[in-house]
């Protein structure tokens, strides 16, 4: 196996990345809280934490990753006050709570398969494990680390030595990091307690509520990413992934509720992506300055051009989306696919230049995720001394990875081959027409071609075509 180094939130440090068990990875992703659509800072999340399976897979594991979608429990405030942002959108939207969340839910896929985002090998939606929470809820007040006040259940994280481990952070600068508001919980015996159950909650409208032996009531968002990581993953996670809003309370609250009940540590690895900033600021559902991959094709940009726009920054920086930044991508992606459709498949595969590039890849890619350095490979590899078959190969190979469609499908190659034959043979027609001074019959060619979105530009260096 190469060696993979990544940054490690917990530690504060690129560590290597070593899995419990050899060979094998097993990967938790908080999924999107399905009251709207994914806005394309949340697909960023996305989008690397792909860009990480997908490295993890080509660099030899096997890999289990398990994604949640919140549909109860996630209220305005990350702090558990507000209204479960659920509830708020089925009002907004006249519908129930569980049609919005398969509306949302199937969109959330869309757009992830627009963008070459791989479907997790598991994804269960949080209204799925209620027996699970229970049963987790339970183990807490065993432990000694769960109490009942004015009718919700609350973990005691008094409790705990080193609650903020993850952080880095203190008491008095709680609110650093926290999504939202935070209003005081009066029924908190420190205000870093967070809600496990609630049951007499100040929300008469939520729609979807459980018997407990708390009452009848619905699970706290925290408690939700726990328990479905352990259903499917066991009592020990190698990775677990999210944006950097999520540190705070949410991943901090996860580690001490799962390392409470479990009594040991649980997760070795934490990886976050910075914000997608607009020029307003962190791009959020929940303050409407929201743009999806949607309107980025109303407005003519094939999804992949913000894959690339993605894969050209770090994870660990925040990006600032501004149009222009995105037609730079634009017009790199193009370029870089038209310099592809050009090399021929010809000569025989050079194994050791194979290899070469191939370990340079793995080695900047490697290096903290830096997806940019994996593209810059790329475009070096573009420039080399080396048959188009190894070029191709390679460029199949690394986009195992980067998912940018830089290699079409044998059949949809096999489709261009014989539309650039038919481009070409007619080309060379109006050349000999026009030769014969048949201006009508080169006329026709030319019209023919653009019926079929061809664009024919004409110089002394010959004639070339483009395809709308
Ligand atoms: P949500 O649907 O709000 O639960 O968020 C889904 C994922 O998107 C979480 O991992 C968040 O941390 C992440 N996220 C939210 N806003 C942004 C942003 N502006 N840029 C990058 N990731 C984000
Ligand atoms: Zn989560």
Same mark, same amino acid.
């Given at each position: 196996m190469d060696k993979f180094y990544l940054y490690n939130t917990l530690t504060k440090t690129v560590d290597e990345f070593i899995p419990r068990e050899e060979g094998r990875v097993s990967m938790y992703t908080c999924g $999107? #809280?399905? =009251? *709207?659509f994914a806005h394309i800072g949340n697909l960023r999340s996305y989008i690397m934490e792909d860009v990480l399976e997908k490295f993890l897979r080509y660099i030899g594991y096997d890999v289990k990753r398990v994604m949640n979608i919140t549909d109860v429990g996630h209220l305005s405030s990350d702090g558990d006050t507000g209204e479960d942002k659920m509830v708020a959108g089925a009002k907004r939207e006249g519908k129930t709570v569980l049609e919005l969340a398969k509306f949302y839910e199937d969109a959330f896929f869309k757009d992830c398969e627009m963008l070459n985002i791989k479907t997790p090998d598991v994804v269960e939606p949080a209204t799925h494990c209620i027996a699970e929470y229970i049963a987790l809820i339970e183990k807490l007040f065993e432990n000694g680390y769960a109490y009942e006040a004015g009718g919700n259940v609350y973990f005691d #994280? !008094?409790?705990?030595? /080193? +609650? +903020?481990a993850l952080t880095g952070h203190s008491a008095d600068d709680l609110r650093v990091g926290v999504r939202d508001d935070v209003d005081e919980d009066g029924n908190k015996r420190s205000k870093t307690d967070f809600v496990l159950w609630f049951t007499k909650s100040k929300f008469e409208s939520q729609e979807l509520k459980w018997e407990s032996p708390w009452g009848v009531g619905y699970p706290g968002w925290h408690i939700e990413c726990s328990a479905i990581s352990m259903k499917h993953l066991g009592e020990y996670l190698d990775l677990h992934c999210g944006g950097? /809003?999520?540190?705070? $309370?949410h991943h901090t609250n996860e580690i001490a509720q799962s390392e409470a009940a479990l009594g040991h540590s649980w997760c070795s690895h934490w990886f976050h992506v910075q914000h997608l900033n607009d020029r307003e600021g962190k791009m959020s559902k929940s303050k409407g300055n929201i743009l999806t991959v949607s309107v980025l094709k109303e407005k003519g940009y094939d999804p992949l051009v913000y894959r690339m726009f993605c894969l050209q !920054? *770090? =994870?660990r920086k925040p990006l600032e989306f501004t149009w222009e930044t995105l037609d730079n991508s634009k017009a790199a992606y193009e370029r870089l696919k038209n310099r592809i459709a050009a090399i021929a498949d010809e000569g025989e595969l050079e194994q050791e230049k194979f290899d070469e590039y191939k370990a340079k890849f793995i080695e900047n890619v490697g290096n903290d995720l830096n997806t940019s350095l994996g593209l810059t490979v790329l475009y070096d590899l573009l420039k080399a001394d080396m048959s188009g078959k190894t070029k191709l190969a390679l460029i199949a190979d690394f986009d195992r990875v980067l998912s940018l469609g830089l290699i079409g499908s044998e059949e949809k190659a096999e489709e261009s081959d014989e539309f650039t034959e038919y481009v070409e043979k007619l080309i060379a027609e109006r050349a000999e027409a026009k030769k014969a001074k048949n201006w009508a019959r080169a006329d026709e060619i030319r019209a023919e071609l653009a019926e079929k979105g061809v664009t024919l530009k004409d110089s002394k260096e010959g004639t070339t075509w483009t395809k709308a």
């Amino acid at each position: 196996m190469d060696k993979f180094y990544l940054y490690n939130t917990l530690t504060k440090t690129v560590d290597e990345f070593i899995p419990r068990e050899e060979g094998r990875v097993s990967m938790y992703t908080c999924g $999107p #809280t399905v =009251y *709207h659509f994914a806005h394309i800072g949340n697909l960023r999340s996305y989008i690397m934490e792909d860009v990480l399976e997908k490295f993890l897979r080509y660099i030899g594991y096997d890999v289990k990753r398990v994604m949640n979608i919140t549909d109860v429990g996630h209220l305005s405030s990350d702090g558990d006050t507000g209204e479960d942002k659920m509830v708020a959108g089925a009002k907004r939207e006249g519908k129930t709570v569980l049609e919005l969340a398969k509306f949302y839910e199937d969109a959330f896929f869309k757009d992830c398969e627009m963008l070459n985002i791989k479907t997790p090998d598991v994804v269960e939606p949080a209204t799925h494990c209620i027996a699970e929470y229970i049963a987790l809820i339970e183990k807490l007040f065993e432990n000694g680390y769960a109490y009942e006040a004015g009718g919700n259940v609350y973990f005691d #994280t !008094s409790k705990l030595g /080193d +609650y +903020y481990a993850l952080t880095g952070h203190s008491a008095d600068d709680l609110r650093v990091g926290v999504r939202d508001d935070v209003d005081e919980d009066g029924n908190k015996r420190s205000k870093t307690d967070f809600v496990l159950w609630f049951t007499k909650s100040k929300f008469e409208s939520q729609e979807l509520k459980w018997e407990s032996p708390w009452g009848v009531g619905y699970p706290g968002w925290h408690i939700e990413c726990s328990a479905i990581s352990m259903k499917h993953l066991g009592e020990y996670l190698d990775l677990h992934c999210g944006g950097v /809003d999520n540190i705070f $309370p949410h991943h901090t609250n996860e580690i001490a509720q799962s390392e409470a009940a479990l009594g040991h540590s649980w997760c070795s690895h934490w990886f976050h992506v910075q914000h997608l900033n607009d020029r307003e600021g962190k791009m959020s559902k929940s303050k409407g300055n929201i743009l999806t991959v949607s309107v980025l094709k109303e407005k003519g940009y094939d999804p992949l051009v913000y894959r690339m726009f993605c894969l050209q !920054s *770090h =994870y660990r920086k925040p990006l600032e989306f501004t149009w222009e930044t995105l037609d730079n991508s634009k017009a790199a992606y193009e370029r870089l696919k038209n310099r592809i459709a050009a090399i021929a498949d010809e000569g025989e595969l050079e194994q050791e230049k194979f290899d070469e590039y191939k370990a340079k890849f793995i080695e900047n890619v490697g290096n903290d995720l830096n997806t940019s350095l994996g593209l810059t490979v790329l475009y070096d590899l573009l420039k080399a001394d080396m048959s188009g078959k190894t070029k191709l190969a390679l460029i199949a190979d690394f986009d195992r990875v980067l998912s940018l469609g830089l290699i079409g499908s044998e059949e949809k190659a096999e489709e261009s081959d014989e539309f650039t034959e038919y481009v070409e043979k007619l080309i060379a027609e109006r050349a000999e027409a026009k030769k014969a001074k048949n201006w009508a019959r080169a006329d026709e060619i030319r019209a023919e071609l653009a019926e079929k979105g061809v664009t024919l530009k004409d110089s002394k260096e010959g004639t070339t075509w483009t395809k709308a």
